[in-house]
């Protein structure tokens, strides 16, 4: 049957899947707890060192053990029982959050003994996080894959702006006030970590019940199988080209570590403008994700990627110009909406184009390169705002995004000739281009 006489999913057909829902609502407490967690740990910190250099250690030990740990962890998430995985991550993550909360009880200032706390939760996430991806193709038929994916994207959106504004909540409350002294050990970080300890244990319960369609096949462990991720994203240009393209663009043109200096010395909106701008990217994304539900993707998917990363960067270089805040903001919504069906076409073509039972390795590259993209742009934004000021920093950056997007379509045709989002049509189009020079 041709693609044009398949019926057309629903905006909510991922749904019809119970293990869908359940894993939707897992995902959704786990990130709006972990991310609650962030504000918790940071204000812990800095509580106890008054650092700005100490915050950003916070980043680097939940970070690191993807830098140790990313080849084994995708080649475990192919050789043995995805789910299980999982739950067991969540269950060390979860045990790791107890040992911040019991330490946030005693008042304890031992700041290495909570830098080694982040590594234990870092090293859960960087082992969860690919068998995750991995999984989702079994929880739904393939005709709604690429739906579930952008629900995924959504659910995302709205715990990542949820989660830190619970997080900030939390601090607020005036337990000694409400409850008397007998809760008042309570207040601030404890009832934070207590809050990201529910939201693990709601995981561990929605999770628990899910039953995915297949199963990893066990094989022993080789120096040969862990690599053979690796060597099928260098292998893959259709991979490679994805996954390469977002990591030079959001390496290169990402502003968000430098909003503060945007909002008090560009913008002069002070604390309540820089809240502002922070939001203003995920409002952007939330509004594509959702509008994408509706009107998904059906052809010419790489090229609108291509545009969409495009747009990612003309955005960045009028929001390192402008000196309006109005400007800015409709700038930063620009960048997260274009961010965001990058994102889903990214992710649907790393699931699709990637064999069942290399999903996982494949998916634990590419949650290296979103680290790398992620957390080393924040150090590279800051390291360029340092030379040249952060208003140059910010606009080369974004010239920087543009340039890498034009050699990407000249450099990996198979990326610009990508049309539905199918496995069959990625996989024939993969094979047109494998024998091909990297040119158009």
């Known amino acids: 049957m041709s ?23 897992a995902r959704l407490m786990g990130i709006m707890g972990a991310e609650a967690q962030s504000v918790g740990v940071a204000w812990q910190v800095y509580q106890i060192t008054h650092s700005a250099l100490a915050l950003g250690y916070t980043g680097l030990a939940l970070f690191l053990p993807g830098i140790f740990f990313v080849l084994p962890a995708g080649h475990i998430a192919d050789r043995y029982d995805r789910r299980t995985v999982i739950l067991t991550c969540y269950t060390v993550q979860a045990i790791a959050t107890f040992a911040l ?95 990201t300890l529910f939201g693990l244990l709601s995981f561990l319960c929605f999770f628990s019940v899910i039953k995915p369609r297949g199963s990893a096949e066990k094989k022993g462990f080789t120096v040969d199988t862990m690599l053979a991720g690796l060597r ?4 893959t240009r259709l991979l490679l080209g994805s996954i390469s393209l977002d990591l030079f663009a959001v390496l290169l043109g990402g502003a968000a570590s430098l909003m503060p200096i945007f909002a008090v010395d560009i913008l002069h909106s002070g604390a309540n403008g820089l809240g502002l701008l922070r939001a203003m990217p995920s409002l952007g994304a939330l509004v594509v994700s959702l509008t994408l539900l509706v009107y998904p993707i059906k052809r010419r998917a790489g090229k609108i990627m291509l545009v969409c990363v495009g747009i990612f960067g003309v955005a960045t270089i009028i929001f390192g110009l402008s000196r309006n805040i109005v400007l800015s903001c409709i700038a930063l919504i620009f960048i997260g909406a274009s961010d965001m069906i990058s994102v889903v076409v990214r992710s649907s073509i790393l699931q699709l184009a990637t064999p069942p039972e290399m999903r996982g390795r494949v998916s634990s590259i590419n949650w290296l390169f979103i680290g790398v993209s992620n957390e080393v742009g924040e150090y590279e934004s800051g390291l360029t705002a340092h030379w040249w000021g952060a208003v140059r920093a910010v606009v080369i950056g974004g010239i920087a995004s543009v340039a890498v997007t034009g050699s990407w379509s000249i450099f990996f045709p198979a990326l610009r000739h990508a049309d539905t989002l199918t496995a069959e049509s990625l996989i024939a189009l993969e094979k047109q281009f494998s024998s091909m020079e990297p040119v158009s």
Request: aromatic letters at 16%.
């Open 101 to 195: 909360l019991w330490l946030a009880l005693h008042h304890s200032q031992n700041i290495w003994l909570i830098y080694a706390i982040l590594f234990v939760i870092g090293a859960g996430r960087c082992f969860s996080g690919p068998a995750a991806s991995a999984l989702v193709p079994s929880l739904v038929p393939k005709e709604h894959f690429v739906n579930a994916v952008t629900w995924g994207a959504s659910i995302f959106q709205i715990a990542n702006a949820t989660g830190p504004m619970i997080g900030g909540l939390l601090f607020t409350i005036p337990l000694a006030h409400l409850f008397g002294g007998r809760f008042a050990s309570f207040n601030g970080a404890p009832l934070v970590y207590a809050f």
């Open 232 to 235: 099928y994203v260098i292998g």
């Open 3 to 25: 693609d044009a006489a398949q019926p057309s999913p629903s905006a909510t057909s991922a749904w019809e899947s119970r293990e869908f829902r359940f894993y939707s609502t």
